[in-house]
């Protein structure tokens, strides 16, 4: 009873959500500049009906009634799931002070402007001031949220429920200490692959055609999506029948449009799997960034960058670019797809460094928490890290710590889910292909969907309805780490750089 | 202090109506069709919300108040002005209950559906049930609006604020006594003019290219809006600096994407044109129906398919299509683009038969609501008006009274405003032409600025700051009247038909 009336006011909120997505999509993809104002009013208005509809005491006493109507239920029903996100989402937004919350949207649209200069003109101290606030303000707001061991733990937890920094710095350290040494051996043998391939002319037009065939494919489902052009490439979804990728491409490096296509494709499977009894309810979709970044880098890296992936695309790729690859082999497209070396932009780096560049700014997010970094501190702190991860130096700001936007969006804890994402994608893999041995090959055969129904059987169709650290074990029988990830970097590239 | 927090929440309440429309744009434009109940669920959470938001008793006492406030204000004010559009629309969102409301939602809903199929199979009887329904119910919607002559008028003051349905007859029984002949006159005469040139094959990326020139010429700022596809072509904004367009090609047919492109500049023109101090308030935009129809068909038809207009554009669409068009003089093009006939379908007619489409339907309804015409009889009373009226009798009901939407979508009152904008763009353009005697000669120059100004300063600023009478009587010193159109009509199709 009170579950129903319950499920009714979740199914607004859900409704209310896809409507901000509705709007941040078109903003980003079809919007002419000039309407950018009025665009914020519309997020800042939907934004204040949404928070009101999520904190309301109707909502808090539908769901202490609906804790008692499931006391005893299966844990694992729908039910109980639903609830329980009922009562974190609840928790979470009615832990933090409305004023606070609006104060904290003020200061990070600032900052973000601040930001943006400081970036532009390679000047941090212009954005100084905005960053000390910023991570003042989330320290304040993991004390709203709560935590029992760490700020930090409160941050992460809202992208990574469950998950603790204890956590991820030791998974980090495992990651860091077997990386790096890599990282070094195939900068020593850095002549055995290149890109140039890859930054030749490639048509817009054809990328596009032989992106969309890429995709559909591998399995995103056109009649129940789209993909349009966006500067920075994401997906959104308002719906499991309407779930938006995009994509950029650039004409002399074929490697950014492909890649970032079957990337968001990935994102794009597992909001399309996810069964439709969880449409409307806050179950619907991915359960985390983490387990949601390790589908679209599972399809992106592990399927869409190896050999057997290309055996059956490289022919028509070929066919599509005859000037541009006819004299190049399979082999030579395979090398220059996967080269790798240590770079400063962390959206252009390649598989082996990706994670080296998460860590570094999960070091000193934690570090600046913890006092041991000063905000002045953070461009040297980042380069010295940059030198000793990567054996590189930034030779500017904006080539080092101005380079992200996520701290001037006062996203803090964010950044660990990518690297927690590359980790599982490789031990969900491991489980898929323990299942079916197949799949690799299949690939050569231009077949994907004995991976995508293993994925969809065990992840997708689930939605939220599991946290991640329950459906990380119920899949993989562990916890996240590292082995799967190195196992598959060391055989790899092993190969491709004789190391 | 009451006026500055109204106007707070009357921003808030204009944001969730700029939001509905990005909804209803996106469903239009760019939405996978499988995505159709999801979106219908959106936009019933925000009709919800939208409705909550309108009717609070806090906003009913702060109406209260700010009229105290203004007592005494300049009646010109943008003050007076907003606490009139205000109290306006709360009075009608609270007159009709909400269960009223979501009834006559579901209503229509499935009237929708059954219609469409109704239109398909060509059968009355399976639409029958649902628009008996349909008309009671809007009766019963005009009794909880109000009114003091006729529930017709409370139907039609949604759509064209203080009309009244007394004055819809007389001036609508004045023009079809004038039109009828005419329209004879140009049927005996029918060989002098043909569309044939209009129906070879004209690629639709040239036509896209040519119509969106033709639109950025005229005036519509594509810095602050865009162009779409759409099955049925419509205008809506999001803010004045957000206002899009569609429109539709189809290859054999060029008048089509062309003039509709024209059309929904014109309405585009008039929001772009709004004034940016009227914006997330509820004077944004245009004041009426029949004022924002006077825009798109003074552009469309006026303008856009005067002898002086093409002028200046044919030999550019000559260039555009050398193959269909270069042995096809200039008076072909304006004969073949001017050509007129009687038709079964309204939104295929030309400018000298459109009005007569539109008076059919409005004294239909209004002959139901007095009970002269019994629902079982509208489509043998609405083939003998064609007979009477166009000199033709639809051949089945598909062509005949099944063919509009409107009636299924519970939109009854909102015809007539179609045929008063054909006469007020007339009446608009004569005092146009009165300030600037040089405006017709400079479409011959691809000049259009001079009347843009002009509607700009006149009429688009404004936006609904005045009621569509209070306009009109400031624009042209009269009431809407037939002469001026008459005129034009009389002029124009003399000329071309010889009569």
């Not at 991860?389 to 700001?397: A, E, H, R, V």
């Not at 996520?406 to 927690?420: E, K, Q, V």
Request: one cysteine or more; aromatic letters at 12%; charged letters at 25%.
């Amino acid at each position: 009873m009170s579950l129903d009336t319950l499920q009714e006011r979740l199914a607004e909120i859900q409704s209310l959500n896809n409507i901000g997505a509705v709007l941040g999509w078109d903003q980003q993809t079809q919007m002419p500049e000039a309407a950018a104002g009025a665009r914020a009013e519309h997020l800042a208005t939907l934004g204040k009906v949404l928070h009101e509809k999520s904190t309301t005491d109707e909502l808090g006493k539908l769901i202490e009634d609906a804790e008692k109507e499931i006391d005893g239920m299966d844990s694992d029903s729908f039910e109980v799931a639903l609830v329980n996100m009922a009562r974190y989402n609840f928790d979470q937004a009615t832990k933090v002070p409305t004023e606070f919350v609006a104060e904290f949207q003020r200061a990070t649209a600032l900052a973000h402007n601040r930001w943006a200069q400081a970036r532009a003109e390679n000047d941090f101290s212009q954005f100084r001031d905005d960053l000390a606030k910023i991570f003042e303000m989330t320290q304040q707001q993991a004390e709203y949220l709560g935590y029992d061991d760490h700020p930090y733990d409160a941050l992460l937890d809202q992208y990574e429920r469950g998950m603790k920094s204890a956590d991820v710095t030791r998974i980090f350290n495992d990651l860091r200490d077997q990386l790096v040494p890599i990282v070094a051996g195939i900068a020593d043998n850095k002549d055995k692959a290149s890109d140039a391939l890859l930054r030749l002319d490639y048509p817009i037009e054809l990328q596009r055609q032989f992106g969309n065939e890429v995709a559909t494919k591998i399995g995103f489902d056109f009649d129940r999506g789209r993909q349009d052009l966006a500067v920075h490439p994401f997906c959104t979804n308002f719906s499991r029948n309407d779930v938006r990728i995009t994509t950029r491409y650039e004409i002399d490096w074929f490697s950014g449009g492909l890649f970032s296509t079957i990337h968001e494709a990935g994102h794009g499977m597992y909001e399309q799997g996810s069964a439709e009894a969880l449409d409307r309810t806050p179950l619907a979709g991915g359960t985390s960034l983490g387990v949601h970044e390790s589908q679209s880098r599972l399809w992106e890296n592990v399927v869409g960058r190896s050999r057997n992936f290309w055996t059956f695309f490289y022919p028509e790729l070929q066919k599509a670019f005859p000037e541009q690859l006819s004299n190049a082999s399979l082999d030579d497209f395979y090398r220059a797809i996967n080269a790798s070396s240590p770079s400063f932009i962390r959206v252009e780096a390649d598989e082996v460094t990706y994670c080296l560049h998460i860590m570094i700014r999960y070091d000193l997010e934690r570090a600046v928490y913890d006092g041991d970094v000063k905000i002045d501190d953070i461009p040297a702190a980042w380069n010295a890290k940059y030198e000793e991860y990567l054996g590189i130096t930034p030779p500017n700001d904006t080539l080092g710590c101005l380079q992200d936007v996520h701290w001037s969006a006062g996203i803090m804890g964010y950044f660990p889910t990518y690297a927690l994402g590359n980790l599982l994608s490789l031990q969900f893999y491991e489980k898929a292909i323990e299942a079916h041995p197949e799949i690799p090959e299949q690939f050569a055969e231009g077949k994907f969907d004995t991976l995508l129904t293993w994925l969809q059987d065990n992840i997708y169709q689930h939605g939220s309805k599991y946290p991640p650290k329950n459906l990380i074990k119920q899949v993989t029988g562990e916890e996240i780490r590292v082995e799967p990830f190195i196992n598959y970097i060391k055989n790899k590239y092993g190969e491709i750089y004789g190391i």
